[in-house]
């Protein structure tokens, strides 16, 4: 009974961290609770989310220090490639010191992947951790602007000499909005939280660069 209300208490925390504040009584998306649609631009959220920025930072850092362990390791096993130059082939020192270093080759293959899969598995759970906050930062602005249902779609400008931009665009699900676009709101909530609300206050419209569907 105790886990369950704390399990609960959390939630409810949780929850009204991400409440809309009071005071947004002109959100960015002016039109969205009068018909009840919203569209946001997910990926712009993810480069302006202080929090993620904040942790994909943090990877660099760890992805920099394992460069560093790695790098040591393969001056170690050049080092050991010269030493054995200096012994003739087959003596005991010879054979002793070109078994380490096969050894030593394998321990760094082994590191090599560890360290990838590692660094792999904290990237997917920065990815996973942001976009729950995303997704429940939606959910609670979409009910408490009554809004049915939130589209996803690109505020990027097409570039015409790039092929794959035009296809994005072309089949993008989102080719007009009138001002239901509730990034910006999305966005100063997640800040807010995040402890970034100087980021928080930027819009989508005002960004450089950025076309939204009309």
Same mark, same amino acid.
């Given at each position: 009974?105790?886990?369950m +209300?704390a399990?609960?208490?959390?939630?409810?925390?949780?929850a009204?961290?991400?409440?809309?504040q009071?005071?947004?009584?002109?959100p960015?998306?002016?039109?969205?609770?009068?018909?009840? &649609?919203?569209?946001?631009?997910?990926n712009? /959220?993810?480069?302006?989310?202080? !929090?993620? #920025?904040?942790?994909?930072?943090?990877?660099?850092?760890?992805?920099?220090?394992?460069?560093?362990?790695?790098?040591? =390791?393969?001056?170690? /096993?050049?080092?050991?490639?010269k030493?054995?130059?200096?012994?003739?082939?087959?003596?005991p020192e010879?054979?002793k010191?070109?078994? =380490?270093?096969?050894?030593?080759?394998?321990?760094?293959q082994?590191?090599?992947?560890? @360290?990838?899969?590692?660094?792999?598995?904290?990237?997917?759970?920065i990815?996973?951790?942001t976009?729950r906050?995303?997704?429940?930062? &939606?959910?609670?602005?979409?009910?408490?602007?009554?809004?049915? &249902?939130?589209? $996803?779609?690109? !505020?990027?400008?097409?570039?015409?000499?790039? #092929?794959?931009? /035009?296809?994005?665009t072309?089949? @993008?699900?989102v080719?007009?909005?009138?001002? /239901?676009?509730?990034?910006?709101?999305?966005?100063a909530? +997640?800040?807010?939280n995040?402890? !970034?609300?100087a980021?928080?206050?930027?819009?989508?419209?005002? @960004?450089?660069?950025?076309? @939204?569907? $009309?």
């Open positions: 009974m105790k886990t +209300l399990a609960a208490a959390a939630f409810a925390l949780f009204v961290s991400f409440a809309p009071a005071q947004a009584q002109n960015a998306g002016a039109n969205a609770k009068k018909f009840g &649609i919203g569209v946001v631009d997910i712009y /959220i993810f480069k302006q989310h202080a !929090g993620f #920025r904040a942790a994909m930072d943090g990877m660099k850092t760890n992805f920099q220090s394992v460069e560093t362990e790695l790098k040591g =390791e393969q001056q170690k /096993i050049v080092q050991a490639e030493q054995k130059q200096g012994y003739n082939a087959g003596t010879y054979n010191l070109d078994d =380490e270093i096969v050894q030593m080759k394998a321990q760094l082994l590191t090599v992947t560890r @360290r990838r899969k590692a660094l792999a598995e904290q990237e997917a759970a990815f996973y951790k976009y906050e995303v997704d429940q930062a &939606i959910d609670s602005y979409a009910k408490h602007y009554e809004i049915g &249902i939130v589209f $996803r779609f690109s !505020g990027d400008e097409i570039d015409p000499n790039n #092929r794959e931009s /035009i296809l994005q072309i089949n @993008r699900p080719h007009f909005q009138n001002q /239901i676009d509730i990034t910006p709101d999305i966005l909530m +997640l800040n807010r995040s402890g !970034g609300a980021a928080s206050n930027t819009s989508v419209g005002s @960004r450089p660069g950025a076309t @939204r569907p $009309r």
